[in-house]
């Protein structure tokens, strides 16, 4: 047993001894799709640079190509992105080396946090006025719907410079609403600039309500990429705010990182509309539409007019699948919350026989900057479906007219939740090994020093068992790795690594007990054998307390920790569990091994 519980973590260590290869990720944007003949391409613009490819892999929709060190990566990269242009998203990228018989059997290498082998870093920028935008649509739609319960006629409400403006036809409507409207809260601050016979009411966001606003913008938003950093499966990330509007983002350890920027920068979000049915093609062709409508592009093909009023928006989506419906075609199952699916209902009743478009919507940096130097978002919006409302819907419904891998992708966004506001990407920085080098050589040079002053003691002091105990410190250690790299979400940090080194401490403390419990009974006059069992038997229970309060510890530490604290206290855990078996079971297999059953005079302790 010992013997197989040990090949098997020595067999899970192997894949780290091979180390990484440079390579460069390409992932399909929008509408676009990696095939065998995209691979062929970049193949032959690789080999056209004179780039040796040590191996192109297409895998999942996504090509991956390995490349002989850092300099060739970097002009691999530029080469790619040339040949491919803005449709595809080419990435820096390191992946594992190990052989592929070795990763059929399950073996992978350990990932190393950000500060060991790098990742990606972003810093987000939370584009504040789509926020204030947003909410101000969300404002004038209550307006319109308070007027209309109030039986307060007015003549139109629309967004202007100085604010949401509502115009009246007399003064008496002006007066009512402008009471009934103060009477709803404080949120707004409404002014009468009427003059002249005309009747206006202007009413803009208060200061303290705009600060609230900003404030849930920012929160829901770190919410949202948190839960997007889960859907993606890193493991140890790290999002948090910096500052009033900015987020920063450490994915340590990702595999992907052309999908994880992808993912976390998408806005994508849609929106329900009823579509004009009044506008006829010559209309729609001509740009005369009512003021009420807008006419937006179809993806697939031509243009189609909808009302302003958003009829539901993505903040009530609760649940997205991507699915296929009866003829195989990709679709996206819709599970909307109680809120939503009341007002969806309410919707789709009254409309029974009209049309209803989905309208997709997107945010791209595409480079572009604003007058004060601010990163400018390109808004790109179109209708992904126009279906006909056939019956009543309630909270589950289904949206087509998207490919496989676009209906993932919404699946995705949708499921962890739509933006507030459109977040662009203003610092990205991919971490390479050679910035944490200095780092991993200082930790393994403390964790040598540890091993070898805490293995040139115990071979002194303890002799043969020093010996052993020797030998199950560095079986313990190698354990420690392979368990590491068995376990899905392990990531080793730089206090991982201090976790370990206080592991070969605590590993070999195990055996210091038991082998003075030894001495001390051969000094009582007991026999070998009997000395070797009454060490083992008696300081179990002492060892055992010890270990079981510094694991309940470090379980603590990695519950309420985060990032550094709870890469500490994983290895730390991990260690503890393979020092009990190895000081206690796998010293023991050998000392009875070598002693056990024999008439032993003098033992070498």
Known sequence: MVACIIFVGFFYAIPNLFGEDYAVQVVATRGAEVTVATQSTVNDVLTSKNIAIKRSELENGQLLVRVMDGDQQLLAKEAIATALGDKYTVALNLAPATPEWLESMGGTPMKLGLDLRG????LMEVKMGEAVRKMTESKMADFRTDLRGERIRYAGIRDSARGIEIKFRDADNLAKAERFLKSRGNDM???DISSGGNYFLI???SENYLKQVKEEALQQNITTIRNRVNE????????????????????????DTARAKKILGATASIEFRMVDEKADAAAIASGRVSPNSQIYDRRQGGKVALYKEVM???????????????????QVSINLDSKGGSIFSNVTKDNIGKPMATLFIEYKDNGAKNPDGSIKLEKIEEVISVATIQARLGRNFVITGLDHTEAQNLALLLRAGALIAPVVIVEERTIGPSLGAENVQNGVQAMIW?????LIFMLVYYRGFGLIANLALTANLVMVVGVMSMIPGAVLTLPGIAGMVLTVGMAVDGNVLIYERIREELRNGRSVQQAIHEGYANAFSTIADANITTFMTALILFSVGTGAVKGFAVTLMIGIATSMFTAIVG???????????KRVKKLSI
């Open 119 to 122: 990742g990606v870093h972003f």
């Open 189 to 191: 601050v409404f002014t």
């Open 203 to 205: 009413a803009n966001l």
């Open 232 to 255: 993606l499966g890193v493991a140890e990330p790290v999002v948090q705010r910096q500052g009033a509007e900015r987020i920063i983002v450490q994915l340590p350890g990702v595999q």
């Open 312 to 330: 539901l928006s993505g903040t009530h989506i609760q649940g997205a699948q991507p699915s296929f419906d009866e003829y195989s075609r990709p």
């Open 450 to 454: 540890g091993m070898a002053v805490v």
């Open 587 to 597: 010293t023991r297999s050998i000392v009875n091994a070598v002693w056990g059953g």
